[in-house]
């Protein structure tokens, strides 16, 4: 039976939810595997003054629950308080020696983290450093021991496996700083072949480039060789013709 225009028409538009389907899962993958980071937000946040400044850690592990949670302030950030958040205890450790202040939020018995879960941490600080972002030390405490610290800064265009949580206070100057990055962090192109000193010097002598002396000298060889061929059968016939 013939395809009609109609069943044609309906075929593609079925090919296209096909595809526009398949797009949309691989995205939301994307985006739930690309957001299952620890993050850092403060609405209204901006240089020199103060803020609340929101952790959001979700729990990875399949097979572990998140304890414990340590966020390290950089230098000329200050606690001023932190919340209560309900099921975990806070502890405010002050700044010594070379090491800045942090604040660490432990679990209680049955408020753990479960695999998929999240939770936020609030921490309320003094006038924000004139930076156009501050980056933030976090370790992540699983029930079996195990550690995640997201501290990484950013390398390049590829991010890394656990990338610091980045507050942003001056948007066109991050992204200015980034463009920088990653320029940096492109390799550099391989150096084209150049002429030695002695090679330029002889080029310029002459006025002729490398590829006509050659030529040159190829057809003289030829030139040569056509004279000997010709000498040689000059030879043998006046030869021949002194014998008969």
């Known amino acids: 039976?013939?395809?009609?225009?109609?069943?044609?028409?309906?075929?593609?538009?079925?090919?296209?939810?096909?595809?526009?389907?398949?797009?949309?899962?691989?995205?939301?993958?994307?985006t739930g595997s690309a957001s299952a980071h620890v993050r850092v937000f403060s609405e209204g946040a901006k240089e020199g003054s103060a803020a609340t400044l929101r952790f959001r850690v979700p729990s990875e592990?399949?097979?572990?629950?998140?304890?414990?949670v340590d966020v390290t302030l950089p230098a000329g950030v200050t606690c001023t308080g932190s919340p209560p958040v309900p099921g975990w205890t806070a502890e405010e450790i002050p700044a010594s020696g070379s090491r800045t202040a942090h604040l660490?939020?432990?679990?209680?018995?049955?408020?753990?983290?479960?695999?998929?879960?999240?939770?936020?941490?609030?921490?309320?600080?003094?006038?924000?450093?004139?930076?156009?972002?501050?980056?933030?030390?976090?370790?992540?405490?699983?029930?079996?021991?195990?550690?995640?610290?997201?501290?990484?800064?950013?390398?390049?265009?590829?991010?890394?496996?656990?990338?610091?949580?980045?507050?942003?206070?001056?948007?066109?100057?991050?992204?200015?700083?980034?463009?920088?990055?990653?320029?940096?962090?492109?390799p550099m192109p391989a150096p084209t072949a150049t002429a030695t000193p002695a090679e330029a010097a002889g080029q310029q002598e002459t006025g002729v480039a490398p590829w006509l002396r050659?030529?040159?000298?190829?057809?003289?060889?030829?030139?040569?060789g056509a004279i000997v061929v010709v000498h040689r059968r000059t030879v043998h016939d006046t030869t021949g013709a002194v014998r008969r």
């Open 1 to 30: 039976m013939p395809r009609t225009p109609r069943m044609r028409s309906s075929r593609c538009a079925h090919q296209a939810a096909a595809v526009l389907g398949t797009a949309a899962g691989a995205l939301l993958l994307f």
């Open 104 to 186: 660490v939020w432990t679990a209680t018995a049955g408020n753990e983290l479960t695999p998929d879960q999240h939770r936020d941490f609030e921490v309320r600080v003094g006038p924000l450093p004139k930076k156009p972002s501050i980056a933030f030390d976090v370790a992540q405490t699983y029930s079996d021991g195990s550690v995640a610290s997201w501290n990484q800064p950013p390398t390049g265009v590829k991010a890394p496996e656990f990338p610091a949580p980045v507050l942003v206070l001056d948007a066109t100057a991050a992204d200015a700083e980034k463009a920088r990055r990653d320029m940096s962090a492109l």
């Open 61 to 68: 592990k399949p097979d572990a629950t998140t304890v414990r």
């Open 214 to 224: 050659w030529a040159a000298a190829g057809a003289v060889a030829l030139s040569a």
